[in-house]
């Protein structure tokens, strides 16, 4: 099942690209002001302009927020001809006020949102699920050997998190070193620096691996 947020980062990804397409192959096209407006928003008075402007013999209508000096000028006569930037793809449209910001600055902007949504997401889904299902794995799958605690710290980079660092000698003989970044302190806390521990590590990649008394996950005999 896919949560909510996700569905947002799906469709800021499709708004990104759509916003891409217009900032390419959108054509100018003349319209005029229909109707103005303020809002007095905290103490703050903000400036729109409704505009309107034909495509495809149809007649649209946008409102947007502009400067107080753009919509002075905007404003100075009724029916105030503008230019506005459109771009059409089946049943979606879109358009902005030509001159009023440069298209780049709309499409960084929603890029910017895009990347920024979508990269938390991918940490909470990595933590909560990508690194959850790797340590799952590599107590089924992994190559069991012989490891020592060498760090068990509060982690500088990540607030709240717990970093246990560890050696250990793979199966070819090499020895490795890992670590791990641990949620709850007292799981963390459960090892000390010395003490010897259970590492489970991936036979293609032995530098993937995981403790298993720290796994969260339990070795299960059939009965």
Request: proline share 5%.
């Amino acid at each position: 099942m896919i949560l909510p947020h996700a569905w947002i980062g799906l469709g800021l990804m499709a708004y990104t690209g759509f916003t891409l397409l217009w900032l390419v192959f959108a054509t100018d096209v003349s319209g005029r002001v229909v109707s103005n407006r303020t809002y007095l928003v905290k103490g703050k008075t903000t400036y729109h302009v409704t505009y309107g402007w034909r495509s495809n013999d149809e007649w649209h209508t946008k409102e947007e927020g502009v400067s107080p000096g753009d919509y002075g000028v905007l404003t100075a006569q009724p029916n105030h001809p503008v230019e506005v930037r459109d771009f059409t793809l089946g049943p979606f449209d879109r358009a902005e006020l030509e001159g009023v910001r440069p298209p780049i600055v709309t499409a960084l902007a929603v890029l910017c949102a895009c990347a920024f949504w979508n990269g938390v997401m991918y940490l909470f889904f990595r933590m909560f699920v990508l690194i959850p299902r790797q340590r799952r794995r590599l107590v089924r799958e992994g190559f069991v050997t012989a490891g020592v605690v060498t760090a068990q710290e509060q982690a500088a980079s990540f607030k709240g998190k717990f970093r246990v660092a560890y050696e250990y000698e793979d199966k070819a003989g090499h020895r490795q070193q890992g670590e791990m970044f641990l949620n709850v302190p007292a799981t963390a806390k459960s090892v000390v620096p010395g003490q010897r521990v259970t590492v489970m590590h991936d036979l293609e990649r032995p530098e993937q691996s995981v403790i298993y008394e720290l796994s969260g996950f339990k070795v299960v005999s059939p009965t």
